[in-house]
C-alpha cells in the first residue's frame, strides 16, 4: 500500500492495576511517547485509580472494565476475557501491548480471540516467585507459558527476567527483547547541599539528620517491615537517623503500629502518595528497596540517576542495576541484618555515600532514558506490523 493509503497505529494497552507504579509508570510514559510520535494510544484498565486519572489528564482515552480485578476471579477473569474481546472486534486495534502477568494472560488471549494483527506483552516480573504458595506458583508458571503463545514478542524490563523466563520455558528467545523501563532524566537531576537542605526544611527534616528513604507501594512484598526492624536497631546506636517513608497502600496502619511498637514516633516520616517524587528523594542520604521479588525496581534508577547511594535486596532485575560495592549495596532478600549493616555503612562513611552516588549517577546511561525506551518499543511494533503485512502511519 502506498503512502496515502495509511492510516494512524492504533495502540490498546492492557493493565490490571489503576495505581501508580513502576509498571504503571512504564504504560504511562509509552503511551505518552507513542502519541507525541503520531500513534492513537488507550489503556484498558481497571475503573478508578489515578493512573487512569493521569492518563485521561493528557489527552489519552482510558476504557474502563469492571471486570479486570488484580486478584483470581475464575468469574471475572472469564468475564473480561469476552469483554476485551467483544471490544475489540468491534473498536479495532492494530496492536494490543498488555502489562504484568493478570492483564497479560486475559489481554493477550483475548487479543489472539478479537485477531489483532500485533500483540506484544511487556514482563515486569513474575507471579510465581518464592513468596507463593507452591500451588500458586505451579499456576501461575503454566498460565506464563500458555500465554506466551498467544503473543508475537515478549519484552522483559531486565536481563535477569529474560534469563528466569528461559529456565521457565515461558516462550522462544527469538520473540524476546530486553528494554530496560527509562525514567524522566532530565526530572532527576542531582541538587546542590543548599537546595536539598532547602527541601529537607519544608519537610521537617534537620540538616544532621542521616536520612533513609523508600519510595514504593506500601503492599507486602515491599519489605516494608523488614526496613523497620532494620531501622529500629539502627536508630539505638544513630538518633539522627531518620526514615522517610513515600506511597501509599492498605499496609499504611499495620506500618503505623510497627512505628510505635518500635518506639519510632517522630523519626519516621510517612510522606503518602507524590506525584513528584523527585523532591523529596533528594533529602535522601540512601535510597533503600528492600523487595522481597523486583522485577527491576525503576525507583532505584530515578535515586541513582539523583546521585543517591542505594541498598537494594538481590532480586529480579535489581542485580540489572546495582553493582554491589560500587554504586550501593545488594542484600538477601528479608535480612534484617544485611539491611541494618549495608545502610550504617553509608550513613556513616559520607565519603563512601558520594562516591558510591557519583557511580551510580554514571550507570544511568542513555538506555534507560524513556526516550530511548519508547524508541526501542516503537521498532519493535514497526518491525511486527511490516512482517504481518499491515501498511499504517505515522
Not at 516520616?269 to 507524590?274: E, K, S, T
Amino acid at each position: 500500500m502506498d503512502q496515502e493509503a495509511r492510516v494512524m497505529t492504533k495502540v490498546l494497552h492492557i493493565h490490571t492495576l489503576p495505581v501508580i507504579s513502576g509498571s504503571g509508570l512504564n504504560t504511562f510514559l509509552t503511551m505518552e511517547g507513542l502519541k507525541k510520535r503520531g500513534y492513537e494510544t488507550a489503556l484498558a484498565c481497571a475503573p478508578g485509580g489515578k493512573l487512569n486519572s493521569l492518563v485521561s489528564g493528557r489527552g489519552m482515552r482510558v476504557i474502563p472494565f469492571k471486570n479486570l480485578v488484580q486478584p483470581l476471579h475464575p468469574l471475572k477473569d472469564s468475564l473480561v476475557v469476552l469483554d476485551l474481546a467483544r471490544f475489540l472486534k468491534t473498536h479495532p486495534y492494530h496492536i494490543v501491548h498488555t502489562h504484568n502477568s493478570k492483564a497479560g494472560f486475559v489481554g493477550r488471549l483475548a487479543a489472539k480471540l478479537a485477531r489483532v494483527p500485533a500483540v506484544v506483552h511487556t514482563v515486569h516480573g513474575f507471579s510465581f516467585h518464592d513468596q507463593e504458595p507452591p500451588w500458586r506458583q505451579g499456576l501461575f508458571r503454566s498460565m506464563e507459558r500458555l500465554a506466551a503463545q498467544w503473543c508475537d514478542q515478549l519484552i522483559f524490563i531486565s536481563q535477569p527476567l529474560m534469563a528466569w523466563a528461559l529456565r521457565e520455558g515461558i516462550g522462544k528467545k527469538e520473540k524476546m527483547t530486553r528494554i530496560y523501563s527509562g525514567i524522566e532524566l532530565d526530572r532527576f537531576q542531582p541538587v546542590s547541599e543548599e537546595k536539598k537542605m532547602d527541601l529537607r526544611r519544608k519537610w521537617g527534616l534537620g540538616e544532621q539528620d542521616a536520612v533513609v528513604g523508600i519510595v514504593s507501594k506500601l503492599w507486602d512484598g515491599k519489605g516494608h517491615i523488614q526496613l523497620l526492624d532494620a531501622f529500629q536497631q539502627i536508630h539505638r546506636t544513630k538518633k539522627e537517623a531518620k526514615l522517610v517513608i513515600v506511597g501509599e497502600g492498605y499496609r499504611l496502619k499495620d506500618l503505623r503500629r510497627l512505628v510505635d511498637t518500635h518506639g519510632l514516633d517522630g523519626s519516621v516520616l510517612f510522606a503518602g502518595f507524590q506525584a513528584d517524587v523527585a523532591p523529596l528523594v533528594a533529602t535522601f542520604d540512601a535510597a533503600v528497596l528492600p523487595s522481597l521479588f523486583e522485577g527491576m525496581g525503576r525507583v532505584l534508577l530515578e535515586a541513582m540517576a539523583m546521585g543517591k547511594p542505594v541498598v537494594a535486596s538481590r532480586v529480579g532485575g535489581i542485580p540489572d542495576l546495582v553493582e554491589h560495592g560500587v554504586n550501593g549495596y545488594l542484600v538477601r532478600p528479608g535480612s534484617v541484618e544485611d539491611l541494618k549493616e549495608a545502610l550504617l555503612k553509608i550513613l556513616n562513611n559520607p565519603s563512601l555515600a558520594r562516591k558510591m552516588g557519583l557511580a551510580g549517577r554514571q550507570r544511568i546511561k542513555s538506555e534507560f532514558d524513556a526516550l530511548a525506551m519508547v524508541d526501542a518499543i516503537e521498532r519493535v511494533y514497526r518491525h511486527l506490523l511490516s512482517r504481518k503485512g499491515v501498511a499504517v502511519g505515522p
